[in-house]
């Protein structure tokens, strides 16, 4: 029996040592730590109610509209009719990294489900399927991409992934630096299929990649690709600057792409995003386009001091050569460029407690290619629907603005404003009534256009807006928007030697001022 009895304290012994030295409120309390999962699922959902004064005209863009506001998507404003329709949408992502790569491999997937309420059902097509019973096949890939890390701060990202014109990683980064570093996806912000390659360090980073745009027929030399390197260092704990190249080889002669629209310089594409259109008809063309450029900021994010800063300068040149029977002739340079300031103060406690001004130059061409020559900017519009987006400036109308679903047609739709150019302002001011919950925003933008159409004037317009935002959880808000754009003299003008007429082909008559007001519904699930 005393043996029985001391083998038992010597078994419980340890347990007691453990527990004098406070180990056992770690059975009691603490929660063993979760293990990381291999799966994730996050989404992006919204819900919008719209009322508006421009619509398509055409039945058959009843779907999803995208590209310039009077211009070949036949968006048009009106004094007598109003829209009045509710838009959902939801971007699932789901994340495979197998605790095998110890979260050195990790696949990524991405796609798109969205629809107006009452559009129709009982189909097969993108962007509806909200009619009654439902039942359509609508969903849409956006990413799927491989990333590998060979090597800490080193990252490869391979296939369908975020084409962004910045270097950081679109993966690893919050939406709200991407579209405020780099240039703000400005020239190039949707997907593509490619490599691309980053390195981030701690005063340095850059990013190498490779995109294919269109493969059109395998064995020919046919193709549209893109090449891109960017290169970002620290010049202290405030500023930063960067280097960058992008180079277009497009021998695809606008064929593949956008549906009927094909793509290219030379496609129905321009038209339809607001984009100069190199008018060379069924006449086969090289194209070689690069971009030199560099984009700065002092305290991008807001958090060291008050004072935020950020700008780019972007150089186009290129080379555009026609066969009209005789073989491959040059037929136009192209020499154009832009500029982009945003400034602005902090004077809250919260990042949402500032005030801010962005100024914006594009050069423009007078005189098309009478002279061989563009010099105009050019954008990822001349390849994707849309293939860059200007949507952080704060405007609505004026310039595309991110909460939006089905329907992207604001009035400039691209950096090049038809190849016109143009040179626009934008102030906003921001503030956090109840900080990090109830936050409101009112806002102004204007610009004028730096080569007149026939018939037209400089003036562009002036826009206001305004918004009232609450918080209802983390990443969970309930929002209300308002716009109205007054339409300049420009808009006078029916002329479409450029591109697709300036005011929608209407003769001798400007637009009605276009306004919007919409209540959105938004939930980051994760």
């Keep these: 029996m005393k043996r029985k009895f001391f083998l038992l304290l010597f078994l419980l012994w340890p347990l007691g040592l453990l527990y004098g030295q406070g180990a056992g409120p770690l059975f009691d309390t603490d929660l063993p730590r979760k293990a990381e999962r291999e799966f994730q699922f996050l989404a992006f959902y919204i819900n919008q109610g719209v009322t508006s004064n421009f619509f398509p005209s055409t039945e058959f863009l009843r779907g999803q509209v995208t590209g310039r506001m009077f211009g070949r998507n036949t968006t048009m404003t009106s004094d007598t009719a109003t829209t009045a329709y509710v838009e959902q949408r939801l971007i699932p992502f789901i994340i495979y990294s197998p605790h095998l790569f110890d979260g050195k491999a990790t696949l990524r997937m991405a796609f798109e489900i969205d629809w107006t309420w009452g559009d129709v059902s009982y189909g097969t097509g993108g962007n509806q399927g909200g009619a009654v019973s439902g039942h359509q096949v609508n969903m849409q890939t956006q990413n799927i991409e491989l990333e590998l890390v060979p090597k800490t701060g080193w990252m490869i990202n391979l296939g369908l992934q975020r084409m962004y014109d910045t270097p950081y990683n679109p993966y ?41 745009f269109y493969e059109n027929s395998s064995f020919r030399n046919d193709d549209v ?29 606008g064929n593949g792409g956008v549906n009927i629209l094909g793509q290219g310089i030379n496609s129905q594409l321009t038209e339809y995003n607001g984009v100069f259109r190199f008018r060379y008809g069924s006449s086969p063309y090289m194209a070689d386009i690069g971009w030199i450029g560099t984009h700065f900021s002092r305290n991008a994010d807001m958090m060291l001091d008050r004072f935020f800063l950020s700008g780019y300068f972007n150089y186009n040149m290129g080379l555009v050569r026609v066969d009209r029977g005789s073989g491959f002739n040059n037929a136009a340079d192209i020499f154009g460029f832009a500029a982009n300031l945003r400034l602005g103060y ?3 406690q919260t990042l949402n407690d500032n005030v801010n001004l962005e100024l914006l130059f594009t050069s423009g061409d007078d005189d098309g290619l009478n002279d061989k020559r563009y010099s105009g900017v050019i954008t990822g519009n001349t390849w994707a629907a849309p293939g860059g987006i200007y949507i952080n400036s704060g405007a609505y109308l004026l310039f595309p603005h991110a909460n939006v679903v089905n329907r992207f047609t604001p009035v400039v739709s691209d950096l090049s404003n038809m190849g016109y150019g143009l040179t626009a302002a934008v102030a906003n001011f921001n503030r956090s009534l109840i900080p990090h919950r109830f936050n409101v925003k009112a806002g102004t933008a204007t610009a004028l256009s730096n080569v007149t159409p026939a018939g037209g004037g400089h003036f562009l317009g002036a826009e206001i807006n305004g918004a009232l935002m609450y918080n209802l959880g983390a990443f969970m808000s309930i929002e209300l928007h308002g716009a109205y754009m007054w339409l300049g003299n420009f808009f006078d003008s029916a002329d479409s030697s450029y591109s697709a007429p300036v005011n929608g082909g209407i003769q001798g008559v400007r637009p009605t001022n276009p306004w919007t007001v919409f209540v959105v519904y938004k939930w980051l699930m994760f």
């Design 346 to 348: 902090r004077y809250g």
């Design 225 to 253: 690709n893109l090449y891109e390197v960017q290169y970002e260092a620290h010049i202290n704990k405030l500023w930063k600057a960067a280097l960058t190249g992008h180079y277009v080889r497009d021998r695809g002669n």
């Design 172 to 212: 690893r980064t919050p939406v709200e630096k991407l579209t405020q570093s780099g240039y703000r996806l400005n020239y190039f912000g949707t997907h593509a299929v490619g490599i691309s390659l980053y390195r981030d360090a701690d005063f340095h980073r850059f990013k190498v990649a490779t995109f294919k």
